[in-house]
């Protein structure tokens, strides 16, 4: 659209007055920009996210309208689209700030920012606790136990799921699951369990045992007359 304006002089009671002056302005449509991450959803602008310490994100920002060629920075460093940053070293009292300013028109365009805050959750830490190291015959039970806190006595239940692997083979899952018992070893068999926490997801690092088979003592029997 047009502004026309006059320009007066005024000096005493005579005002004079300009020849009219008209200066066209062009009205840019301001794009609309979101954030999304592949798993924690889409429209994440604006928002506090729990998320795994030392989890890798998938950012994306979503832009639509203004005049395409669109330009982007994450936390003031020009980059793509697509942005993954990984959540380490505390952040700010464990939250994490990213921040997107995107321009239309290869950059000469109005900025529009967008920014998400992702809360970040300690990672599950878990042990095995078991009532034996080593059997003598194949027949004995092996009673195994996934410890998430220091002196194993509580079950956080309902808090997290857990997976049991035998010599890399899933023995177990489920929610609670944090127990097992084991049978039949012929061989020295490895034992692992992952932790999982339910309601963010964090993973744990696994927890290894080995548990071994002793040989049988060889004896002979002498005659002693």
């Given at each position: 659209f047009s502004f026309v304006g006059l320009v007066t002089l005024q000096d005493g009671v005579t005002v004079c007055y300009s020849d009219p002056v008209s200066v066209d302005a062009t009205v840019r449509e301001i794009p609309f920009v979101s954030i999304s991450e592949d798993v924690k959803g889409s429209n994440l602008q604006s928002k506090t996210v729990l998320a795994c310490e030392g989890?890798?994100?998938?950012?994306?920002?979503?832009?639509t309208g203004g005049d395409g060629d669109y330009t982007y920075s994450w936390?003031?460093?020009?980059?793509?689209?697509?942005?993954?940053?990984?959540?380490?070293?505390?952040?700010?009292?464990?939250?994490?700030?990213?921040?997107?300013?995107?321009?239309?028109?290869?950059?000469?365009?109005?900025?529009?920012?967008?920014?998400?805050?992702?809360?970040?959750?300690?990672?599950?830490?878990?042990?095995?606790?078991?009532?034996?190291?080593?059997?003598?015959?194949?027949?004995?039970?092996?009673n195994l136990k996934a410890c998430t806190n220091a002196d194993c006595t509580v079950d956080e239940e309902g808090k997290y799921s857990y997976i049991w692997l035998v010599n890399n083979q899933v023995h177990s899952s489920g929610v609670d699951v944090n127990s097992m018992v084991l049978r039949n070893v012929n061989d020295p068999t490895n034992v692992s369990v992952t932790v999982k926490d339910i309601a963010v997801g964090c993973l744990s690092i696994p927890a290894t045992f080995t548990i071994d088979k002793l040989a049988a003592p060889e004896f002979t029997i002498y005659d002693a007359a």
């Open positions: 989890e890798t994100l998938n950012l994306s920002a979503v832009v936390n003031g460093a020009a980059a793509n689209a697509d942005y993954k940053p990984t959540l380490s070293g505390g952040g700010n009292n464990g939250i994490y700030t990213y921040d997107l300013v995107v321009r239309d028109g290869g950059g000469i365009g109005c900025p529009v920012t967008a920014s998400v805050n992702f809360k970040a959750q300690p990672t599950p830490v878990v042990s095995i606790s078991t009532d034996k190291d080593a059997v003598c015959n194949e027949s004995e039970a092996v």
